[in-house]
């Protein structure tokens, strides 16, 4: 019966499978030859199905064996992975690494260090959130993220505990096809200010009626970094994007910087990038495999 089935039956029949013998089974396993045929014969008995057939001089997998052998893999790495789990709750591992990053920096750093700490963590399970301005902050104020990555000096509680990990380069473009972009260098203030700027809008509750980096009387307002990034390539306004985001973008012609000296030389400015958390929820094991990743990424 398929209920008197045994975990340790589907490994030896995956091993056998992905061997492509009893004898490289077995020694995969460090059992005798006789012990996983035995297992093998045992559980096609209980199956009512012939898993192997063995008229050659090597075992091949049934029509039959190759249908359930997709099912055992999926069992045994639901039942690892259950285990996995299990394993780090008695270590104080987190069950999910919840983190929120600010808009502005780099997500291929992330990335990187988000690898590191699967290496190390497979069970954890990862939610990920890019918000802008006072969105990483007030996140984790009201506890929706274990980890924060914040940028710049404008968003700041004594209740989030804080790390500098790098400068991110902030950078005033427009598109390719804008009146902007044909104008005579230098620009000035007056000339941004006759042209609509596309600025985030602050989706926290942290800053009411205050504006950053907002220089033209019109603006258009977006909730999303890639729809300002959208909206500045296609010439409907100018902007500040990451360095990072558009470099590609500046090197194929399809975005230009605009020199204003008022914007910062060669019109970038750096903004310092925090780790963050709550002072009084420090990060568990998984979350700080990330942090110390994280570091070693934006140091390269």
Known sequence: MIDALTLDQMRVFAAVAETGSFRAGAGRLRRAQSAVSHAIARMEGELGVALFDRGGHRPVLTHEGQAL????????????AMRAR???MGE??????????????????VA?????????YPAVAVRLAVEPLGGPLSGLLDRRYGVGITVGEHFRSPKIAMQALAAVEVVAVAGASHPLAAMALPLQMADLAGHLQIVLADPSSLTPGQDFGVLS???????????????ILAGVGWGRL???????????GRLVRLAVSALG??????????????????PGPAARAFCQALAAAAKR
């Open 69 to 80: 052998l997709s099912n055992v893999r999926d069992i045994l790495l639901r039942v690892d």
């Open 86 to 88: 299990a394993r780090g």
């Open 92 to 109: 104080g591992v987190e069950l999910e690494l919840a983190l929120v990053v600010d808009t502005l920096f780099p997500i291929a750093w």
């Open 112 to 120: 990187q260090a988000l690898n590191v700490m699967r290496s190390r």
């Open 217 to 231: 009387p019109q603006t258009c307002r977006v909730n999303t970094q890639d729809t300002k990034h959208q909206l």
């Open 242 to 252: 990451p360095a990072w985001q558009v470099e590609r973008d500046l090197a194929e």
């Open 265 to 282: 030389r060669d019109s970038s400015l750096a903004s310092e990038a925090y780790l963050a958390h709550r002072v009084d929820a420090p």
